[in-house]
């Protein structure tokens, strides 16, 4: 039998092509599609795998917050009942502590209002008792009650021990005016007694303010310079006989008990 191998070469020829025509446009699609599904598919089980582990972690950090969360609510808690409790206390100390000061200025509201009666009464009872006196002096003699007061400190400015000179005369040493002050007006004769008299006891010169501002006084006056001050009114006898009546009730007081 004859071979013809140009049929024979044509047939390799043939299949070669139709093989690589297969291959071209058919096997290597189907196989470029089957790798790419196939790599979709783990690409798709990574990412499944990647979002189990993030489901995970995300469920694990919930759960770790929900924790916090509570622990957080259950101290918030916690600090506010321990803060209402406080602030409740404080709220009690401060209305005990109102309740005491109200308790306390009632008291003293009430014992300044004692004390100012009893202080009118004083100033009435003092004010009677000087009527009185300047009656009584009035009627004795000649001299009238504010000329006898000056009389009777310009003694006590005579009679002044050697430590009080000194005082006074260390006050003039400041070089500030004298001021005399009295509960009536001086005459211009009793001013220049004053003067003199001062004047010759401490061997000085000095300035001199008369003023007529102290009615408390009841009839008295008082010298001021630099501090030093001396002092001679009706209400020194008074204040004297008022601090004898309560020595006098404590005593009784004090017997009672």
Do not use: C
Not at 40 to 65: G, P, T, Y
Not at 152 to 165: G, H, P, R, S, T
């Amino acid at each position: 039998m004859k071979i013809d191998w140009f049929t024979v070469i044509a047939q390799i020829i043939n299949f070669l092509v139709l093989m690589w025509l297969l291959k071209r446009f058919l096997y290597q699609p189907i196989l470029s599609s089957i790798d790419e599904r196939e790599t979709n598919i783990k690409n798709k089980l990574l990412d499944a795998e990647s979002q189990k582990k993030e489901a995970a972690k995300a469920k694990d950090e919930f759960n770790h917050k929900n924790e916090i969360f509570n622990k957080e609510r259950d101290e918030l808690m916690q600090k506010a009942a321990a803060e209402a409790k406080s602030e409740g206390d404080k709220l009690k100390e401060n209305a005990r502590n109102e309740a005491n000061e109200l308790k306390d200025r009632l008291e003293k509201a009430f014992a300044e209002d004692q004390a100012n009666k009893n202080n009118n009464m004083a100033k009435r009872l003092k004010g009677e008792v000087l009527d009185i006196a300047r009656k009584t002096l009035t009627d004795l003699s000649s001299v009238s009650l504010e000329g006898q007061t000056v009389d009777v400190f310009l003694k006590k400015i005579n009679d002044l021990q050697a430590q009080e000179k000194a005082k006074f005369s260390e006050a003039l040493k400041g070089g500030k005016p004298i001021l005399v002050q009295s509960a009536f007006a001086l005459s211009a004769n009793q001013q220049g007694v004053i003067q003199k008299t001062i004047g010759g006891l401490l061997k000085t010169e000095n300035t001199y303010e008369f003023k007529t501002i102290r009615p408390e006084l009841i009839n008295g006056i008082e010298i001021l310079t630099n501090g030093y001050k001396l002092s001679w009114s009706v209400t020194d006898y008074l204040k004297s006989l008022e601090e004898d009546i309560e020595a006098g009730k404590k005593v009784e007081m004090d017997t009672k008990e």
